[in-house]
């Protein structure tokens, strides 16, 4: 039983419309609404531990998570709408200079580039983005959460194959532009969670593995306000551990050529 | 006058006990002693200068200056596919785009701005940590960067001598096991002694989840990493990355000084050099020496300077002598020396040395052409022969003689062999499944043990086999991989239940 209870689109493109009260609404959005997958909610080990809490399970609410990351052709739409997030306009607080670099000009980019998925974004893009969606962007155990999938179960993290298909990717240069969106949907009906781009989450910096991640046990830890993730409860699941290192060294204006985004939305219904 | 000294006095005095007090109260009080900590040499002088930076084998030239200097350092991660050994990719991570990365040479007492540069289609963050910095972390927490950025601290250089430098983010142990690490040597004012040749030469341990020598690309394997069973133990990151014409050189009666590293993660070197005495070690570049040295202990993250004098011609081995890893995982290195013979030191040839001069210039060309001719689909007969007796030089001469005759009553004969031309299927089992037991070849009985060579894949197989059938007036015939593959994947039947 594979819970694919995509939200209807119709329910969005009416929040949306009716949604004048929503601060950036923006109606243009809706005429290619993005899919979202409703996500039920449930407990899983996260890879972060949670010391504070005796390292018990993470409870992750009902929510729902776009089905694949943001692409070019999406986020030109944005840009469009919202010109100061254009690659010219966008003040040097909110993005680093290479900030869609990979654009043929600040609103075109470029051909073949639709369907791929955005990169080079900045964390306060990708926070602008969902908004004007509706959406914000995911929590990292929400983003865990999914990504613990693979096409037939919930909780993968065992299975060796798995893993290697992420590590595969991990093992890949960037040279090449991203492939394009879509493909095999996993356990959820989410696409692209493992193997395409790195994704930003809304508590990256929240993450925390310390910028020297040996210094577990060091009591200055204490000073920053993620400690209580520092440690990895498992230290073999690696292939986790190398997206959350990542996370860990950005800063909220820093893009990369692997790190794109996707969107998630708080369901009515959830606690 | 007098007034005047007691009224410094008393300043002098009040000062020394804000200054104690502020000591006891703070350690930054120290950052402001005037008093210089040994290797502070005082303040950059001049103008800043850019490092020399040198890939290995190559080390930076020595450093004549007179005056402590502000040095910048600008190295760059690479994320890159290299060969790890013939015909076997691997995508290592890299310090200046080589296994060990860039060799840094700077003076005692400089201050050394560093720039850590992460190439923009890298997929990973990286800092460094230099075993040589003195503060938290080596550097690692100031140089934590994400793809397309750079990071910059400085330090001083207090104390001299040869530091290894590497990543030290999560997960440490697999950005080491990549390749991330190199060494930074810090001279003493003075300089060290001049020498004719400096080498820069450094062990790592790898783990790949296909077999040593297995073709193609080799993933890192976590598992094998975390249980410290490298595939392969190397020197400067590749097999033959210092052998065949990448071996280091030297004449006779030259003075040499090996750098020599070893990054791990996780094995210690017993660093040896086959036929040298080193005249000098500088254990973990300390200060003292010892002399007459034959193998010496390089832990993981630690590194020796090593120096001797050539006298005799020839090709000098070095390997870790832990001595399956130089033998079965590649950790061996080429020293040749050129000269003229001094028979009253050596004279005579050494059993061993043929083996090792075998396996220490591998003319792997003839198997690399033969592994694109099978694929292409255009194998000759002698394409196969040429690479056979490459790879039987390198696996089976050990044994059964570089002649094939093979040694009275140990090992049998290849040669004219009755028990070979008789049954060409059951040749094509004994490399795949080795053979124990007693045997008789041409009218003599041989009871020994060999090992599956299970190392050889399915083409180098047929390729041995194609030309062992074809030499030594043996029957001659040949034998094609896929033969190979059906019997590697029949199941060996078992043996007949005993009650």
Redesign the interface.
Known sequence: MKPRCAISRWTWVLACCAGALAPIGNCAAAERAPAYIAIPSGSFASTLSNPSDNNSPVRVERFALRETPVTNGEFLSFVNAHPEWRRDRIPATFA?A?YLHHWASPSTPGPGQDDRPVISVSWFAAQAYCEAEQARLPTWYEWEYVAAASKTSPDARRDASWR?EI?????????APPATVGGTANFYGVKNMHGLV?EWVDDFNALL???????QGDPDKLKFCGAGAIS?QD??N?AV??R???L???QGA?????LGFRCARTLPDAK | MKRVKLVRNIWMKAAALVGLVMCVQTSMAAAQSPAKLKGDFGPPQGEPIHAVLTSPPNVPPAIHRKYPAKVIVDLEVV???MAISEGVKY?FWTFGGTVPGSFIRVRQGDTVEFHLKNN??????H?I?LHGVTG??GG???S??????ESQFTFKALNEGIYVYHC?????G?HIANGMYGLILVEPPEGLSPVDHEYYVMQGDFYTSGKYREKG?Q??D?DKA?DERPTYVLFNGAEGSLTGDKALTAKTDEKIRLFVGNGGPNLVSSFHVIGAIFDKVRYEGGTHFQENVQTTLIPSGGAVMVEYKTKVPGSYVLVDHSIFRAFNKGALAIMKVDGPMKKDIYSGKELDSVYLGDRAQPNMASVSKATQAAASGTLTLQDQINAGRELFAGTCSVCHQANGAGLPGVFPPLAQSDFLNSDLHRAVGIPLHGLSGKVTVNGKEYESVMPPMSQLNDDEIANILTYVLNSWDNKGGRVDAAEVKAERARTVPAPAAGH
Do not use: C, Q
């Open positions: 680093d290479s290697a590590l595969r990717w991990y093992g890949r240069t960037s040279e790195w593995i310390s910028a020297d991640s040996r210094n990895l230290r073999e690696y551990l190398m959350v290192a990542l860990s060294s950005l820093d893009t990369t050529n692997n | 994320e890159k596919e995508m923009p289609n890298n997929k990973m963050p800092n940590d938290p972390g690692a927490a100031s934590f960067t994400a793809p397309g950025h030290a983010t999560a997960p440490v697999m690309v993933p890192f976590m975390i």
